[in-house]
C-alpha cells in the first residue's frame, strides 16, 4: 500500500468516528430541541396573553425548525460514518439545504408567531414581527459557503475516482 | 475529460473565492457585535452593588447575572480568538480559493480547541466560585459543572475538528489531484 493509500485510510478512519460522535450530538439536540418546541407550543394555552404568548410561539417555532435541521445534520453524519468518503452530492445538497433552513429560522419564526398570536387576539405590537435572528443567518450564510467547499471536495474525490 | 474536471474545479475554487469575501464580511460584523456585547456585560457587571456580603446562593445569582468579570473576560479571549483565527481562514480562502491546505486544517484545529475551552472554562469557573458555599453537596457541584457547560459551544467545537479532519481528507486528494496533472 503507497504512503498516500494509508494515510487515506487512517484519515477516513478517524473521519469515521467522529462523524459518529457529531450524529450522536445532532441527535440529542434534535430530542431536546423537539421537546422544548413542543412544551412552548401546548403552554400557550396557559400562558397570559400578550406578548408572552408571541414569545413562547416564536421559541416553539424556533425549536421545532432546529430539530429538523439537527435531525438532518445526524443522519448526514450517519451516512458519512458508513460510506468512505465525506465529499458526496447527497452530503452537498443536505448541507446546502440546512443552510437554506437556519436562514429561515431566523426570518419565518417572528412574522409566523406575530400572525397565530394575531390571530388567537393577543398579539404584540407589529414591530416586533420583524425580529431577525442575526447569528443564526449568519450561521445559515456560513453553512452554504460550506458547502460550495464540500462541492469543490466532490470534484477532486470524483477525479480520483475516475483515476482509480 | 481532464480539461472539463480542470474548468469545474477552477468555477468551484472561483466561487469559493467570492463566497469568502462574503464569510470575510459576516465574520467581521460578528466580531464588532461581540466587542460591543462584551464591553456592555463588563461594564455592567462593574457597576453592580456588592450583594455577595450574606455568602447565600440567591445573593451569588443576583449579584453577577452575567458572571464574574474573570470569567467574562476569559470568554471574550477565547471568542476574539476563534474570531480571529476565522478570520484568518476565510482571509486564506479568498485569497487562493483552496480550502485543503495544511494552513487551514490547523486554523480549523485551533479554532476548535478555543471552542472546546470556551464550552468548559466557565462551567470550571461556575463551580469554582460557589465550592465555598454552605450546604451544596459534592455531587450537586458534579451536576451543576455539566449543566453549565456551553452545549451549543460544544457542538461548535465537534463540527471544527470534524471539518479539520474532512480538510484533512480534502488535501490528500488535492495531492493526488496535482500529482495526477
Same mark, same amino acid.
Given at each position: 500500500m503507497t504512503k498516500s493509500a494509508k494515510s487515506k485510510t487512517a484519515i477516513i478512519a478517524w473521519l469515521?468516528?467522529?462523524s459518529i460522535a457529531v450524529c450522536v450530538l445532532c441527535a440529542i439536540s434534535a430530542f431536546f430541541n423537539l421537546k422544548g418546541g413542543l412544551q412552548m407550543l401546548f403552554m400557550t394555552g396557559n400562558?397570559?396573553?400578550?406578548?408572552?404568548?408571541?414569545?413562547?410561539?416564536?421559541?416553539? @417555532?424556533?425549536?421545532? =425548525?432546529?430539530? &429538523?435541521?439537527?435531525?438532518?445534520? #445526524?443522519?448526514?453524519? *450517519?451516512? /458519512? %460514518?458508513?460510506?468512505?468518503?465525506?465529499?458526496r452530492d447527497r452530503n452537498v445538497r443536505t448541507v446546502h @439545504?440546512?443552510?437554506? =433552513?437556519?436562514? &429561515?429560522?431566523?426570518?419565518?419564526? #417572528?412574522?409566523?408567531? *406575530?400572525? /397565530? %398570536?394575531?390571530?388567537?387576539?393577543?398579539?404584540p405590537s407589529a414591530i416586533e414581527a420583524l425580529l431577525i435572528n442575526l447569528?443564526?443567518?449568519?450561521?445559515?450564510?456560513?453553512?452554504?459557503?460550506?458547502?460550495?467547499?464540500?462541492?469543490?471536495?466532490?470534484?477532486?474525490?470524483?477525479?480520483?475516482?475516475e483515476t482509480l | 475529460m481532464e480539461q472539463n474536471h480542470d474548468t469545474v474545479k477552477q468555477q468551484a475554487s472561483e466561487r469559493i473565492r467570492k463566497s469568502g469575501r462574503i464569510a470575510l464580511v459576516i465574520t467581521v460584523l460578528i466580531l464588532i457585535g461581540q466587542i460591543f456585547?462584551?464591553?456592555?456585560?463588563?461594564?455592567?457587571?462593574?457597576?453592580?452593588?456588592?450583594?455577595?456580603?450574606?455568602?447565600?446562593?440567591?445573593?451569588?445569582?443576583?449579584f453577577r447575572p452575567y458572571g464574574t468579570i474573570p470569567d467574562l473576560i476569559v470568554r471574550c479571549i477565547l471568542t476574539f480568538g476563534t474570531m480571529?483565527?476565522?478570520?484568518?481562514?476565510f482571509g486564506s480562502l479568498r485569497k487562493t480559493g483552496l480550502p485543503f491546505t495544511e494552513r487551514n486544517v490547523r486554523l480549523m484545529k485551533a479554532a476548535g480547541v478555543l471552542q472546546g475551552l470556551q464550552a468548559v472554562l466557565p462551567a470550571v469557573f461556575h463551580v469554582v466560585q460557589i465550592i465555598f458555599?454552605?450546604?451544596?453537596?459534592?455531587?450537586?457541584?458534579?451536576?451543576?459543572?455539566?449543566?453549565?457547560?456551553?452545549?451549543?459551544?460544544?457542538?461548535?467545537?465537534?463540527?471544527l475538528f470534524f471539518l479539520a479532519w474532512t480538510f484533512r481528507y480534502g488535501i490528500v486528494l488535492q495531492t493526488e489531484s496535482d500529482e495526477t496533472l
Open positions: 469515521k468516528k467522529c400562558a397570559e396573553p400578550g406578548a408572552y404568548i408571541f414569545e413562547m410561539f416564536r421559541k416553539g @417555532i424556533t425549536s421545532l =425548525l432546529l430539530t &429538523v435541521i439537527m435531525g438532518m445534520g #445526524a443522519v448526514m453524519f *450517519f451516512r /458519512i %460514518s458508513k460510506e468512505d468518503s465525506p465529499f @439545504i440546512i443552510g437554506v =433552513l437556519f436562514l &429561515v429560522t431566523a426570518f419565518v419564526p #417572528a412574522p409566523a408567531a *406575530f400572525v /397565530i %398570536s394575531t390571530l388567537t387576539g393577543a398579539g447569528p443564526t443567518a449568519a450561521i445559515g450564510l456560513l453553512m452554504l459557503f460550506i458547502g460550495q467547499i464540500l462541492h469543490y471536495g466532490t470534484m477532486l474525490q470524483l477525479e480520483s475516482d | 456585547s462584551y464591553a456592555a456585560k463588563i461594564i455592567y457587571t462593574a457597576k453592580q452593588p456588592d450583594t455577595l456580603q450574606d455568602m447565600t446562593m440567591i445573593g451569588y445569582l443576583t480571529a483565527l476565522l478570520l484568518l481562514l458555599y454552605d450546604g451544596i453537596s459534592v455531587v450537586s457541584h458534579f451536576r451543576d459543572f455539566f449543566r453549565s457547560i456551553n452545549h451549543v459551544t460544544f457542538g461548535v467545537c465537534a463540527v
